[in-house]
C-alpha cells in the first residue's frame, strides 16, 4: 500500500526567509509519481511539479526547488525568500504507475505561514 | 482555456438527504477523478471516470456514487447523507487516463455541509 508522510503540520517562518516542507513516502510500486500541491485559502489545489521515479534530478523554479532521493524515499521542497503569498497549504502525493491508476495518495499537508 | 470547474460551490443538506455534485473538466480532458477532503481524514481518493466508465474506487460506502456523461461532465451522487459527508469535494481532470505523465488539474470544490 502506498502512504505519504508529512511529518510537519504547521511551519511559520518570517517573509524572505528560506523554507523546507519534508516528504516521505512508502510504495512498492518500482515506477510511481510525485507531486507537490499547493492549496491556498481558497481551496483549490494547484499543480506545482510532477517527478517520476526515474528522475532523480533535482529541480528549480524560481525560488521554488525540490530534491528527489530514492534512497530515502523523500521529496522534499524548498522555498527560498519566501513570501506572504506563499501560505497556504502544501501536500505531497503519490500515484502507482504501473497499473496506469491515476489515484493520487496524498500527505496530510504542511501549513505554511510567512509572516510579513 | 477555462479551468475545471464545479457547481454548487457550497451546499448545506440535513441528514438522510442525498446530494448530486457537478464536475465540468477542462474543454478536451477525458478522465475526471473525484476527492474527498476532511480535517480528520485529509485528502481521499474517490473514484475515477474516463470514457463514461468508472476505471478506479477509493475505500467509501456505497452511498457514494459517480458517472460521466458523453461530454465528460462528471456527477457524484451522495445518499443518505451522514454528518461525517461535510467535507470539501475536489473534482479532478487530466487528458487520458493511460497516459501517466498527464497532470491533475484540480477545480475549486464544493463545499457541503451536513447538518
Known amino acids: 500500500a502506498q502512504k505519504v508522510t508529512q511529518a510537519q503540520t504547521e511551519i511559520s517562518v518570517v517573509e524572505k526567509e528560506d523554507v523546507t516542507l519534508d516528504c516521505v513516502y512508502e510504495?512498492?510500486?518500482?515506477?510511481?509519481?510525485l507531486f507537490w500541491y499547493k492549496q491556498p485559502p481558497s481551496g483549490e489545489l494547484v499543480f506545482l511539479i510532477r517527478r517520476n521515479s526515474f528522475d532523480e534530478q533535482n529541480e528549480i523554479s524560481g525560488r521554488y526547488s525540490w530534491n528527489f532521493q530514492k534512497s530515502t524515499s523523500s521529496f522534499n521542497f524548498t522555498i527560498t525568500a519566501s513570501q506572504v503569498v506563499d501560505s497556504a497549504v502544501y501536500f505531497c502525493?503519490?500515484?502507482?504507475?504501473?497499473?496506469?491508476?491515476?489515484?493520487?495518495?496524498f500527505g496530510s499537508g504542511t501549513r505554511l505561514q510567512v509572516q510579513p | 482555456k477555462a479551468g475545471v470547474t464545479q457547481t454548487p460551490r457550497y451546499l448545506i443538506k440535513t441528514r438522510g438527504q442525498q446530494v448530486t455534485l457537478s464536475c465540468s473538466p477542462i474543454?478536451?480532458?477525458?478522465?475526471v477523478s473525484w476527492y474527498q477532503q476532511t480535517p480528520g481524514q485529509g485528502l481521499q481518493f474517490l473514484f475515477e471516470?474516463?470514457?463514461?466508465?468508472?476505471?478506479n474506487k477509493g475505500n467509501f460506502p456505497g452511498r457514494f456514487s459517480g458517472r460521466q456523461f458523453s461530454n465528460s461532465r462528471s456527477e457524484m451522487n451522495v445518499s443518505t447523507l451522514e454528518l461525517g459527508d461535510s467535507a470539501l469535494y475536489l473534482c479532478?481532470?487530466?487528458?487520458?487516463?493511460?497516459?501517466?505523465?498527464?497532470?491533475?488539474?484540480f477545480g475549486p470544490g464544493t463545499r457541503l455541509t451536513v447538518l
Open positions: 510504495t512498492r510500486d518500482t515506477t510511481y509519481y
Open positions: 471516470y474516463f470514457s463514461e466508465t468508472q476505471r
Open positions: 474543454s478536451g480532458h477525458r478522465s
Open positions: 479532478a481532470s487530466s487528458l487520458e487516463q493511460v497516459a501517466r505523465d498527464n497532470e491533475q488539474f
Open positions: 502525493a503519490l500515484s502507482e504507475a504501473e497499473t496506469g491508476r491515476r489515484a493520487l495518495t
